[in-house]
């Protein structure tokens, strides 16, 4: 009965409706972000905000935190649906939750002891604000089970391709890390509380993922043991061992700039770069949404049909860069205004490089999420997890020597250099051992979308920049639509396109 009742589809439609519901997970709570971020740094401060975005930073990182466990649930669940074969699911289930667990456990032990010479020496912050910051982060460290354990049944959920469930809890997760310190700030003037009632909603998340599992898969309920079984967790070992390096070296690529930052310049500075970092990367949803829906369709059908997972690496690719080009070169040419509008004038005339800079290297970042993701997905995660372990030391290097000579606007720039080669490098392994192609025209069109957003941040009139990204928008569309999408993707996106329109 049980394996009868779930199966994985692979169908187009069913593609599109995750990755819509992946696309409002994310979304949502960046509309909220664009909203109540100006108003948190008004009533904070700049450096009291600095130390709230290094807490977004640091609870982010404990995400990633749950040694692959997590991401491998979802490959090798994907797996046992894909065959129509689920008895051990519970017990991979139970296991894997009971090893994060105890993990978490000894890694907040570890940091309790470490956290006072850490704050001291890394972070560079002034006497008024230190005890309130060691608070916080020792409050942080308590969020480190919770984040951690919420992965692995995520990926449970994905795994069954629960995904409009996953992202309800998303929105609820997102418009509260916004909506929540504003409302506490406004109430009590205390980081610590802040933090909490981040901590608090998480909570509150987590048990509503443990019931939504109980109701995907009612076998969890009367298979629950507090016992190791590490048999049961060697499928998931042999992945997560690698994707645990990604896992963890990511993480500190992703963040190191802005930890860097605040000990060679300022918490202040933090502010003047995090605040348009946090804008951009919300672009990030996009591949993300796609990857996250790819990811168990590439573990489920890989073996079975590899040039399926090959069209969809290849159609996704054309999808992020089509949507995505256009609004990077919007952001880029008009970096100033934006921020001008947004915030104000010194936060335009502080940021706008580090906007510019940031928005080209989040295009070459979204397309190397797909390479990334397609390695681990089809059971090769050490790729990834090597290229990673090459490019930390000489990206930690690089970073600092930029950062220390062209401040924050130096941290952007080689920021994008950084996304470009591995981007860079990620095709062409995907080219050189699993045989994913690219349309030359594709390729070609990426090469002078790089020029073009390079070029562009020189201009300074602005009745040219919009006259010429108008101009470049309208060809791009063209030519995107002609020579980038095949017959049956046009008549994919027209079908959904009308079904759309109809509904309204």
Request: aromatic letters at 16%.
């Amino acid at each position: 009965m049980e394996q009868s009742e779930h199966r994985f589809d692979f169908s187009n439609k069913k593609l599109l409706q995750n990755t819509t519901y992946n696309l409002l997970g994310y979304t949502v709570p960046l509309v909220f972000a664009l909203i109540f971020i100006p108003a948190l740094i008004n009533i904070l401060g700049k450096e009291r905000f600095g130390i709230l975005s290094l807490s977004w930073a640091i609870i982010g990182y404990f995400s990633f935190f749950d040694f692959g466990i997590g991401k491998s649930v979802t490959k090798v669940i994907s797996e046992r649906i894909g065959k129509n074969d689920s008895t051990q699911i519970p017990s991979i289930f139970w296991n894997s939750l009971l090893f994060i667990a105890l993990i978490s456990a000894i890694v907040v032990s570890a940091g309790l002891f470490f956290m006072p010479s850490i704050i001291k020496n890394y972070i560079n912050i002034s006497t008024e604000n230190f005890n309130e910051a060691l608070k916080t982060f020792y409050l942080i460290l308590f969020s480190i089970p919770i984040v951690t354990t919420t992965t692995s049944v995520r990926g449970f959920l994905e795994a069954y391709q629960k995904f409009d469930v996953v992202n309800f809890y998303r929105v609820i997760l997102g418009i509260s890390t916004f909506v929540l310190p504003y409302i506490v700030a406004l109430l009590i003037d205390s980081l610590f509380w802040i933090v909490f009632s981040l901590l608090f909603i998480r909570l509150l998340v987590w048990i509503f993922y443990i019931n939504s599992s109980f109701k995907t898969n009612k076998a969890l309920s009367s298979n629950f043991k507090l016992k190791l079984d590490f048999n049961i967790l060697k499928p998931v070992f042999r992945i997560s061992i690698w994707i645990t390096i990604v896992n963890i070296v990511g993480p500190i690529i992703l963040y190191s700039d802005r930890f860097l930052i605040s000990s060679l310049l300022s918490l202040t500075a933090v502010t003047y770069y995090s605040t348009p970092y946090e804008m951009i990367t919300k672009l990030l949803i996009l591949p993300t949404a796609f990857v996250g829906v790819l990811f168990p369709t590439f573990s489920a059908s890989f073996n079975n049909n590899p040039e399926q997972s090959r069209q969809l690496f290849v159609r996704s690719v054309k999808f992020i860069y089509l949507i995505l080009f256009p609004v990077v070169l919007l952001i880029s040419t008009f970096s100033y205004e934006i921020l001008y509008l947004w915030l104000d004038e010194k936060f335009a005339v502080e940021s706008h490089l580090v906007l510019k800079y940031l928005a080209i290297g989040i295009l070459f970042s979204s397309l190397s999420s797909i390479p990334n993701n397609f390695f681990q997905g089809i059971g090769k995660p050490n790729i990834p997890a090597i290229l990673n372990l090459i490019e930390l030391p000489i990206y930690i290097i690089l970073m600092y020597l930029f950062i220390k000579w062209y401040g924050i606007e130096g941290a952007a720039l080689f920021w994008m250099i950084a996304a470009g080669i591995d981007a860079f490098i990620n095709y062409f392994i995907a080219f050189l051992r699993f045989k994913v192609t690219l349309d030359n025209i594709l390729i070609t069109l990426i090469l002078i979308s790089l020029i073009v957003m390079l070029i562009f941040p020189s201009l300074s009139l602005i009745w040219i920049k919009i006259a010429l990204s108008t101009f470049i928008v309208i060809i791009f569309i063209y030519s995107g639509w002609n020579l980038i999408l095949n017959n049956n993707e046009r008549a994919f996106l027209l079908e959904n396109v009308s079904k759309f329109l109809s509904k309204k």
